[in-house]
């Protein structure tokens, strides 16, 4: 079974500090991505990645930056949290960057983290 | 550029009745278009998709959607409510390069 794993289910921060959350995927996929889930506005993509070392910013990148060092692994970081980042943040992978491919757009999520900034 | 809504946040439906959640979508290509579910606690998984051939397209659980081009739609039913299916429920319109757009979500109640 395809397997993205995020390392902390929840998480409680104070503002201003540094936050990392970390995604591992085990399915040697290319595709990786972050989504913010608020209540109300659904799945908001933050950033997104197609291969190592590369990323693209989504919808709202702003207050966050990624990392991806191997193909299994995507890594948020928040520089200085800020109460306006408490949410659920999800990790996601997919198989490859082709399109149109039935199979490449499928995402399979991890579990989530809830991040609360106090 | 492409979008997707969810019409209704919140569905209610009695054990065994009709679900039947709304999804319209804004794509300037032909789409593929998904939806997923989200248990409680949980991540999202894959309900169903469609891509390209049938229109009607079959899911796990027993739920399955129709893209309607001229409607811009691909509801989500299933003619048949359990308790199990309460959950959060997310239509989404791939964009290129393998992203999805998400909906804003529509909670499902079941009650007994």
């Known amino acids: 079974d395809v397997k993205v794993t995020q390392s902390s289910r929840y998480l409680v921060k104070r503002t201003g500090e540094k936050v990392f959350l970390e995604c591992v995927q085990d399915m040697d996929h290319e595709n990786m991505f972050w989504y913010r889930q608020d209540p109300g506005l659904g799945l908001r993509l933050i950033y997104f990645?197609?291969?190592?070392?590369?990323?693209e910013k989504g919808d709202i990148p702003e207050g966050y930056s990624v990392s991806r060092e191997k193909k299994e692994r995507f890594s948020l970081i928040l520089e200085s949290a800020s109460t306006n980042q408490t949410s659920m943040y999800l990790c996601a992978s997919s198989l490859t960057r082709g399109f149109p491919s039935s199979g490449a757009n499928v995402l399979t999520f991890g579990a989530g983290s809830r991040l609360t900034v106090l | 550029a492409q979008s997707v809504t969810q019409l209704g946040s919140h569905v209610s439906v009695s054990e065994g009745a009709l679900v039947l959640l709304r999804c319209n979508y804004s794509?300037?290509?032909?789409?593929?278009l998904f939806w997923y579910v989200q248990y409680p606690n949980q991540g999202l998984q894959l309900l169903l998709k469609y891509t390209t051939g049938a229109t009607l397209v079959k899911g796990i659980n027993g739920f399955e959607a129709e893209f309607k081009k001229s409607e811009t739609s691909f509801h989500l039913t299933k003619p048949s409510a359990h308790m199990s299916d309460a959950a959060e429920y997310f239509c989404a319109v791939s964009v290129v390069r393998g992203k999805l757009i998400f909906g804003q979500g529509t909670t499902l109640q079941v009650k007994p």
């Open positions: 794509s300037s290509v032909p789409p593929y």
């Open positions: 990645s197609y291969d190592v070392k590369m990323k």
